[in-house]
């Protein structure tokens, strides 16, 4: 039976190394039963769960709603992996802290205003021929109508524009599939101007629209002089989407106030959400932006708003590139497939999707076939003439996204808090999946393009209620990640969102995101051209020009370049900092206490801060990341005089200072040790060098590292030289402290790159070794062996050759430690150590195992 | 083999339903060898995945680093669940955006200058008898010496204190057993005053402390007036903690430059991390702060700067409550065992950890045996004297944190990246694990209070590099599950973190946490007291007082009232708005477009938002929060008036009425509507009654919040018929519109309601109806039949009867379809249904576990 335990349980888990039976098995169960998991669970755990190091399959780019943030997470495993700062100011990005991305930042103000944060809703990723490219991510406030653009090289906002005419922008952002347009399509109709109108006013003055923002896909910018407005009736427009494949050209936007209604619940009125519902039927805007694109090229066909071009409803109209059709009443998303042939609205007070096609819409706009017109003289098709046809899916529809095989589409059941899956050429349901609780939003991975890839699906709920730990009346939102790569949808696993409500996500391949980890030395992240204050080691200064003052600054593990700076109250304080590392990861940030000023500087970023030092005192100022082990010790003080007082009075002290021959001994004491820290950098770069580390580049990455910390040596080193022949033994003594905290930083990622390269070239463990290996650890041997190095134990290496017959020798002394602790050699052992070995109690089988370990470390004892 | 498979997998997962044998084996091993898992992997996942609706063990409290917030996380899924926001304005909660939250959020001004970030490092949990008690959390900002308290409640910032002599401080904050104060240390030595002096007077006026903030447990806030600070010498002073137990009373701060060293890198100078590295040995700070609160009791112990009270040095000596001990140069981390005996200090620059007893330190004191004095005159003891030992660790020991079992600590290593376990009483290394990459702190649960719960550990690393999903230079920081439940530590998983450096994290057991889901109607969440504002349904107004509008408005789903405000530009605005929501999790936000405002209103609460409205025009305000499927709908428009500008020239329009035939049609099919849909949802209401569903508290809550929404009904019906009467049709229509709307919300909580009860009541499902069950979702049977209604296919409900000899019947049935077309019933149906069933290809044993799963629905039948 026990046999039969071990084939099974290999074959079960997939795995070929021959288990430890009873161990293993036990160890499975009981973590099931103690924390309830099914089988299903198990399944679940197994298909999200991501060990150190694994990365994800896709991300996912999440409107972070009323945060005014992206949140980026990994899918699988479902882990966030940033909040990009995008309309409100974030410290740890030192966005809206820092000069340079305080001018992104503002690009966002209306009317001279400034807007701190933003309701963000519909990231659209950019695409080539209807499919994602992975170069930008746009996204849209629908508090403040605007855009920005998020350049996906670096995960940094790069643009924000406002809408000059929209008051309030819901269905943004959408593309068209080359990305030659970001569309915009404005929510609560209001005037144009920004002028009052009363309410009686609507239908006259009130107004919706779409706005197609240009886009240079080279220099990755919005055109705002080339980009324009088709004006819309104030119908209340909602999502878009652009038309591709047969329809590309063309776009749809719907709509949920035919009825123009005003509200005024406060009068004794009906409110919005009554008179919003009233008729049976909405509208779907369908216009052509190719044409209209052309139009808008002739002064005659455009109203220029506060300095933005508008094509008007009569001239869209008159060249045949504006047409309405009805759709169920107060609809949501609408969404055209991936060959561009069908056009799916939800039915959010319907339960009907409906399924309109664009050859037969074609066909009545090229017949001029139109069942009427509305009071804008907009010609409107007749809907059954437009319909594939409708299937009825539940209450609550709100969107749509679609699967890998051709006709699937997923929709979101708001009120029955469903997922359901169908075919929308068959109009047929396939299955249906319960969610927890109230899906809006939902995305098949790249669900939205023309190239959708299925496999996972995450539904965006808008409550959480009882799923995750209480935090109090404001809950996360949840969402789930659905696995739809089989039949039946089977729900993996529930993602609370700790900030901000997500309205919509943009999912993509991690294999089509191609990022940076560094700047060339002394760029600006947000222009990516040289900056202004670009500061390289040794031309730190600092420059006074009347009342500015201007700092060219440095930041280094672990020390900043000025320490001091006085300043007079008043001064007007330019700082440009500069971050030499060119190490993955080595961001530093900076500081000054009681200013409100934070920078985050990535390796090779240089950034600028501006303010005004406006009060007196002693300001200290460090680096806020933990970048090194004296991180602590990375500072400053800036230090502020008032010009109008006399500080005459002010006592001087010095450092009490250690006598001549104390420094002398100080002296000598750290030289040998910065000698002996250096033999051991020295083999470790010898170690890299014979072993040919060039080729494995994440070790590459860190030896470099290593090597650049180990340059900054030789610089300190003369200092200290210097010092001491000029006598000044105090400044001896710390530039070669100095010495040593290089080494320090040399080692830190020199034995990490040992580590990696050791694993990259040791001979292959034997499953015994494996296993040795194993016991070893859990056996508690490594609590005082550490191989390679004497520890609180002897080092291990060439234990097989101290004795004679020694496997059986060490296999013996493992057994019964005793036996041996007479023996002449083991009585010198323990007094060195002033340990005895404990007996642990290994069963033989154990103990065989442990040998074969030593024999694979004797056979790669070069690497240790 | 097959039996034997079926026995051992059920053993081996630990589960007692029969498995469907190859099924289930090869989805196992599909996935594992599809996602490259081993078997170490595929337990850790079971260990850290939670299935819907599971709740964590653990809370987390992390800071958030530079974004000035706290993260808070579950322990072992790491899903984090929220940021609440403290020292940066955050929009989702509109912490910063509304008055209330800005008068807590200004509390932090320093100098009558706004701060809008933070560097927040130590979280700390208020404590009982030195553990935990869960009900509030202090956090310290770094840069700007501050501490916050968050009401664990509410998961809210409750209060901003600012140092008023600190101009920096990492060590914060730290409690006393009893919370009666809240220790805050200096780090950066600066002049207490406000005033200018040079570094050169840096030894005889730069000072560092320790501030002892005095908290009222009672009332939840720290007593500013009651609050003192000990002087020390600008020895950089670092972490502190509290005593507990024997040393109780006391507390323990480090430092790390007893060097007294300026910097001066700008003029030739070593920088500070060589400087402050100097000298062999810092000073450990040991005072008795019980002592203290003494004596600041007497006017005459104390110096007053900035309105605050002030020990000094020579007073402290003087009644000897201060004293200096040693420790080896550059320490970090100093942590108190759980009794209080003994004190761990971390060595940084040292490979050495240090234990002093603090036994061994009270005898010297008692004794004043001293080795000697500072140059500030306290009284040194000897480090020999006060250590129980010494331990060589590693490189980079930088924090402690405590296990279950005696004597057990984790301590992180820097420069090695790894953590180790051991034992401090008895100095012996037990085991040491590899992180990636370098750890700062680190926290096993509890592991800082005197009653440490072991199981988990989180390594807060500082470095991701290749962990994660690239996301550009600056990277995620990586927090990792370890298990250190057995002899050995595993690591779990990795986490990264999307927003901060996290600096510590506090961790509690889930059950201590006792949260509030919604406020008592009227509630400013900032005072917890009645809202100057609260309004309830029926109250609306808008009250003018010269320039100054307030308006008292409401929202509840899904609209706002009033829906329109019409003010003259320059009006200074106050708007109160009340949620009048019960349910949990239905939350409203707030906004009006431009204005750069936004309110997140929790269930109950009232929040006040002040501004001017100082640009003309025309601006919606709409709900933030997707509450309902009518969210969209939930809309107002403030409309600004320039008064010195002539409007008369508007024209006004009205809506296009219907004829009243059709406003009578349209009347009559929304009566019908809602009568059907009112009997349902008494079909509903009967459901719950009759079924006692008051006992399941879950349950309960759902339908109260269904009834809730019930009751809004009344009155819309009356005005609907008061309408009527009237001849006014149009307003008619609405009016029932909006009881339609009321009933579609009562039903998306009954459905959710029922569906929940339904679970709780049913029979127990047999082995083979649960197979059933799952092959009737696998074989796509609930493609087009659901249970309880007639949908694309018939109700199942009662198949068993409606045939004679009905389960051979529907065996025959399913099997082979098409030999049943032909009967008369069968004929009908398909004709009624206009859809053939399809063959399924089901197997013989998977039909009649469908026929069992028929029965159970029989059995069951009233529930659906």
Known sequence: MKKYLQIVYGALLGVLVIVQSATAESEFQKVMQKRGLSEKDALAALKVYNPSGKHDEYYAFVSGGQSGQVMVYGIPSMRILKYIAVFAPEPWQGYGFDTDSKEILRQGNIRGREINWGDTHHPALSESDGKYDGKYLFINDKANARIAVIDLKYFETSQIVVNPIFKSSHGGAFVTPNTDYILESCQYAAPFTNDYYPMEAYEEVY????????????????????????????????????????????????????????????????????????????????????????????????????????????????????????????????????????????????????????KKILKQIENKEFASKDSYGIPILDIKKSLHGQLELGLGHLHNTFGKEDGTIYSSLYVDSQVVKWNYKQLKLLDRTNIHYNVGHLEAMEGKSADP?????????????????????????????????????????????????????????????????RYNMGTNSKTLKPHVGKTLAGQERIERKGNHVYIYSTMVRSHINPEHITLNKGDKVTMYITNLERAQDETHGFTIDHHNIHASVEPGESVQLDFVADIEGVFPYYCTEFCSALHIEMLGYMLVKDPNKDYGWIQKTKIKGLSKEELQKEYEKILANNEATNSVIDSLFKFFEDRGYAK???????????????????????????????????????FENMVWQYMIKTADSAIRAKDLLVTNLATKKSAGAKKGEEVFHEGGCSGCHVVGRVSSGPDLIGVLKRHRNAEKWV?????????????????????????????QNMKDEEIKDIIEYFKWIDENADLF
Chains 1, 2 share one sequence.
């Open 811 to 839: 296999a013996e002394y493992i057994k019964n430690p005793e036996s041996k602790f007479k023996e002449p050699y083991m009585e010198r052992l323990i007094k060195f150590f002033n340990l005895k070995m404990p007996n």
């Open 453 to 517: 890839q299925g496999e996972y699906l995450i539904a965006l709920n808008k409550l959480s209620i009882d799923r995750f730990l209480p935090v109090g009346p404001l809950h996360p939102q949840n969402n789930q990640l659905i696995d739809i790569g089989g039949k039946k949808m089977e729900l993996l696993v529930d993602m609370p969102v700790p900030l901000g409500e997500p309205h919509q996500a943009a999912s993509i391949r991690a294999s089509k995101i191609h990022t940076e980890v």
């Open 207 to 358: 107004r919706g629209g779409v706005t197609f923002w240009k886009f240079d896909k080279k220099n990755g910018k919005i055109s705002q002089q080339d980009s324009f407005t088709l004006e819309l009736p104030p119908y209340m427009q909602d999502l878009t989407d652009a038309g591709k494949g047969i329809s590309d050209g063309w776009a749809f936007t719907n709509s949920f106030n035919s009825e123009l209604y005003t509200g005024g619940i406060e009068k004794g009125l009906p409110p919005f959400e009554a008179g919003c519902s009233r008729n049976d039927m909405d509208y779907l805007h369908v216009y052509n932006w190719k044409k209209l694109a052309e139009l808008v090229k002739d002064d005659k066909n455009v109203k220029v708003i506060n300095g933005h071009r508008v094509i008007p409803i009569e001239i869209a109209v008159k060249n045949n590139a504006l047409f309405l059709i009805p759709e169920n009443k107060s609809p949501h998303g609408v969404d055209v497939n991936p060959d561009g042939q069908y056009i799916i609205v939800s039915g959010k007070l319907d339960t009907h999707a409906s399924v309109y096609d664009f």
């Open 696 to 734: 494995y580049p994440t070790v590459k990455n860190l030896v470099d590292d290593a090597k650049d910390q180990y340059t900054k040596i030789d610089s300190e080193r003369e200092k200290a030289t210097k010092a001491y022949n000029e006598k000044n033994l105090e400044n001896a003594v710390l």
